[in-house]
């Protein structure tokens, strides 16, 4: 199976390069992938195609702050990207580094507030492991100094309404260098109204990492390696999962990270297994779901593993021709685009 045949044509002015006024006024593409029937609807009306007793996983990973800027002795400028938390007493990360000059094992970077980092080596040809210390928690200083990690495609920096609306409304455990995009639709109203109606819901945590923005690099899908991230599923979710199931229900997973989530922690049986470790499954065509029923999902980059998972999902086929018919219809695409329903 080749990468190329994930390539679609997209025009850059269909790229979301801002979030829509308000959460759940994006537009709603439905896709029933048994029948092939394709929808359009708005998103505050997601709670019209779903049934009671249904149940909703989401994500309730939070996006951290994690683009920082500093200068090295020499007062050269640069830029550190943290990837993740390394298990350590100390404060230690893995991080992209992006520097006016050579950077090397022992440099100091200055950083906002009293903040310094130093350069402890390389973990690989991408990564750096940087130790921070300052004069207050790492924590507290982060959520004040570090900017929100906004996709390259938007091709802008993060602004001040970044800061809340790259992030869930239901975002609570800190981790994450990208957002749960299918999960920014959803308003606290919007929940309400789907509780109301009968549909549950459920959280699981994984945090988005370095994967999220890196591109497949080989020429065949079989040959892709995706990138571990944590996660962490709780008796409750695993024991709403199991009581969704037995009783009919559907288990609809909001976004990919949800749904690649369960399926990696599920047993042969479909049997959702609570606790916590790394998730590394590459979901593709070929592929058989044994946990999701539904999914809820943005409009993903041509040759993406998240378009190649969708494709796993629905069918390559219907899928492309879904996403053939959202750029005729100018649908908004990426992160901070419309969303669609997969039933």
């Not at 991080?95 to 973990?123: D, E, F, P, Y």
């Not at 899928?319 to 018919?325: L, N, T």
Request: proline share 4%; with cysteine; charged share 25%.
């Amino acid at each position: 199976m080749l990468v190329k045949d994930f390539d679609y044509y997209l025009p850059g002015e269909l790229i979301a390069r801002y979030p829509a006024t308000e959460r759940d006024a994006s537009r709603l593409m439905l896709l029933d992938h048994r029948t092939g029937v394709i929808g359009d609807q708005l998103f505050k009306n997601i709670s019209d195609h779903l049934e009671p007793g249904d149940l909703l996983v989401l994500n309730d990973t939070r996006v951290i702050p994690a683009r920082l800027f500093g200068h090295k002795a020499t007062g050269g400028k640069i830029e550190i990207f943290l990837v993740r938390r390394e298990e350590s007493e100390a404060e230690r990360w893995s991080c992209l580094m992006r520097s006016s000059k050579g950077l090397q094992q022992g440099h100091t970077i200055t950083l906002a507030s009293g903040m310094v980092a130093r350069v402890c080596g390389r973990i690989n040809s991408e990564t750096w492991l940087v130790e921070f210390k300052g004069i207050e928690p790492f924590e507290a200083w982060l959520e004040r100094e570090g900017q929100m990690p906004l996709p390259p495609y938007l091709q802008r920096e993060a602004d001040s309404q970044d800061q809340f609306r790259y992030q869930t409304v239901f975002a609570q455990t800190p981790g994450a260098v990208a957002a749960p995009t299918a999960g920014l639709h959803f308003t606290r109203t919007l929940l309400e109204k789907l509780a109301e109606k009968g549909i549950a819901t459920a959280y699981l945590t994984l945090h988005t990492g370095l994967g999220t923005f890196q591109p497949v690099r080989v020429e065949r899908v079989e040959d892709h390696r995706i990138h571990s991230e944590r996660y962490c599923i709780s008796a409750e979710t695993a024991e709403a999962i199991r009581f969704t199931k037995e009783r009919g229900g559907r288990v609809v997973a909001v976004g990919t990270t949800t749904a690649r989530t369960l399926e990696y922690a599920a047993d042969s049986g479909g049997q959702v297994r609570p606790g916590t470790g790394e998730a590394d499954i590459f979901i593709y065509p070929g592929y058989t779901f044994k946990v999701v029923d539904a999914l809820v999902t943005n409009f993903h980059l041509p040759e993406s593993t998240l378009i190649m998972l969708v494709s796993a999902f629905a069918g390559k086929e219907l899928v492309f021709r879904a996403y053939c018919e959202a750029v005729e219809r100018g649908y908004r695409f990426y992160s901070y685009g419309d969303a669609m329903l997969i039933i």
